[in-house]
């Protein structure tokens, strides 16, 4: 009988710890998938951030090396110059990348260097219990906004593809959601994408992925979907920002 | 390039002396009084096949070595006091995971923004753990250029050895002097990283993290580097001794501070002073040994540093209260002179 459905092999054999509903799992899968489908598993080399994700080596079937705080474009950048041809990505929070972690990005952006960013933007701190994030939406409840976030003293949520895609150098920008099916499946082809022009040299390739953490929001797995697809994407639209690919010369 | 002898800056004999202990990677910011090392290596890397990368900050070229040193390969920064505070996250990272990597620290005077003068105000720092967590780091204090070049090129193999930080610690006089130095070829140490992320073919997965949050897992880990701590301090002891078998007066001083000590003990002994140097080049482990032996012989100790007192606390733990230990101190970017510390030398010896 032909099998249709199994595990990636880029996937552990051990059960996901992450909290109900939350999108690290299936986004997981969407990876190790689109490593698969590429078979450059013994190739990759994957960065575990400090936050949730820190643990993706319990669950990734390649080599991973764990960073510091908003340090994976830095290390990246360390791996790619030692080893340019091996798949090298980072798999970051929003507060990793986006707050103490931006430096390290856009400058890692801008030099176009050869690798694949998957940015996981939900909104708030998972790991530490649900603070405001840099992508915390305006009026968002959080543990450090208890009242939700104001602009007067908080600013606005940060829209980092939009901000990266200022720059020349980047490759290929894209920004999608995990809110139905359907985008989870969009992800992954971006995220496939994103990896398919790194193997080919192209450069600095960056996928932002709108997730769910019903835990924090303090919502239900469905609520947090519809909250993903509604008031989050409002503010953060899905789409390519950049794609030297498909420029017409 | 091997036996050939060269007229080179401190700065410069560091990097290639990085260069021929087989160091490819570089990642570095500009600061003085260091800026020779990153200038030097952004010319000289692409020659031999590596790699220079000028980060956007401190912190990210200490990450950039972190990611690099991951790979398996040798990889270095350097920078000046205030750099190197910034890097600590990193050092403690790279010691938390394991991972060898150079660190030069070529001292500027401090705290704060200081100024560009050369100082040892980073002893501490360099030796009781500047970053966070219980770790420890070989330190090597080189004296002139020479010996700076010849101290990179082993620190490379200790990194390696002990799959450990190493850091250089030099100042702004080491990495700006120009002196005659004799270049060699190494030979090339082969070291097992079978720990390294190179991509899974043919093996199971490799993890490089420092991240240990099963019970009682951090503790082991913590013993286990404890005895790898205690291996560097039972093997790589390095100290050189100036006069010191028949000293009444022991001087303690390292790196530049050292290098002056030690010709104000020959100015001394020319006037029939028995004074003797004690210079430890290896700051961490540190020579308690020898100076536990010149405390049987010597009446009294004196420290030498351009810092308000720093290492002279490590040879008052040695010293355990067996001799009296006097210190002399040049702060934020004070250097003293070979007389100066001669005219030290008579009141340290009229206390006797």
Request: charged residues 25%; contains cysteine; positive net charge.
């Amino acid at each position: 009988m032909k099998q249709v459905f199994k595990r990636p092999d880029s996937l552990k054999d051990v059960p996901f710890r992450f909290c109900p509903g939350c999108s690290h799992g299936t986004l997981h899968r969407m990876v190790a998938q689109a490593i698969d489908e590429l078979g450059v598993r013994e190739k990759t080399i994957g960065i575990a951030p400090v936050g949730c994700a820190v643990f993706a080596y319990d669950y990734f079937n390649f080599d991973v090396l764990e960073v510091a705080h908003g340090r994976p474009p830095a290390a990246c950048t360390g791996m790619k110059r030692a080893m340019p041809d091996r798949l090298i990505f980072s798999y970051q929070g929003d507060g990793d990348l986006a707050a103490i972690g931006m430096s390290e990005i856009i400058h890692a952006a801008n030099r176009g260097e050869n690798f694949t960013v998957i940015f996981v933007n939900n909104a708030t701190y998972g790991m530490t219990g649900g603070q405001m994030a840099p992508t915390t939406l305006v009026g968002q409840k959080t543990t450090t906004t208890p009242k939700g976030r104001a602009v007067h003293g908080e600013g606005y949520p940060i829209r980092v593809s939009e901000m990266l895609a200022t720059l020349e150098t980047p490759y290929y920008i894209e920004r999608t959601a995990m809110d139905c099916a359907k985008n989870v499946i969009k992800t992954r082809n971006a995220i496939k994408k994103a990896f398919t022009y790194q193997m080919d040299g192209r450069g600095f390739t960056f996928v932002e992925v709108l997730s769910i953490c019903p835990v924090n929001w303090g919502m239900t797995p469905l609520e947090a979907m519809d909250w993903c697809g509604g008031p989050m994407k409002e503010y953060f639209p899905v789409g390519v920002f950049k794609d030297e690919g498909k420029r017409v010369v | 390039m091997s036996g050939r002898q060269v007229l080179m800056k401190g700065n410069e004999a560091i990097a290639e002396g990085a260069v021929a202990a087989g160091c490819r990677y570089f990642f570095g910011y500009p600061i003085t009084p260091q800026n020779e090392i990153p200038e030097y290596m952004s010319r000289r890397l692409p020659e031999v096949g590596g790699v220079f990368v000028q980060s956007e900050s401190e912190v990210a070229a200490i990450n950039m070595v972190f990611g690099a040193s991951a790979c398996g390969v040798r990889a270095m920064t350097s920078s000046s006091s205030p750099g190197i505070s910034l890097k600590q996250e990193g050092i403690s990272y790279l010691a938390g995971a394991e991972l060898p990597a150079l660190i030069v620290n070529i001292q500027r005077g401090g705290p704060g923004l200081g100024n560009i003068s050369a100082s040892q105000g980073d002893y501490f720092q360099a030796t009781k753990g500047g970053g966070h967590g219980d770790y420890r780091m070989l330190v090597y204090a080189p004296s002139n250029v020479q010996e700076a070049y010849d101290l990179v090129i082993k620190a490379f193999d200790k990194a390696d050895e002990y799959r450990t930080p190493v850091m250089v610690l030099g100042d702004g006089i080491l990495g700006q002097t120009m002196e005659p130095l004799v270049l060699r070829k190494p030979k090339a140490r082969r070291f097992d990283k079978g720990w390294a992320l190179t991509g899974c073919e043919g093996r199971a997965p490799n993890v490089v993290k420092s991240l240990f949050m099963g019970e009682g897992e951090l503790e082991r880990m913590n013993l286990l580097r404890q005895k790898k701590y205690d291996r560097m301090r039972a093997r790589e002891v390095m100290c050189e001794e100036y006069m010191a078998e028949d000293a009444e007066l022991a001087v303690v001083a390292f790196g530049t501070a050292g290098r002056i000590a030690k010709a104000a003990v020959r100015l001394a002994r020319e006037r029939g002073i028995k004074a003797g140097l004690i210079r430890p080049v290896t700051l961490f482990p540190f020579p308690d040994r020898v100076v536990q032996k010149a405390a049987k012989t010597a009446s009294r100790f004196l420290v030498v540093e351009m810092n308000t007192g720093q290492m002279v606390e490590d040879v008052r733990l040695a010293v355990d209260a067996a001799r009296p230990v006097g210190f002399y101190g040049r702060p934020g970017g004070g250097v003293p002179t070979p007389a100066e510390l001669l005219k030290v030398f008579g009141r340290e010896l009229r206390k006797i």
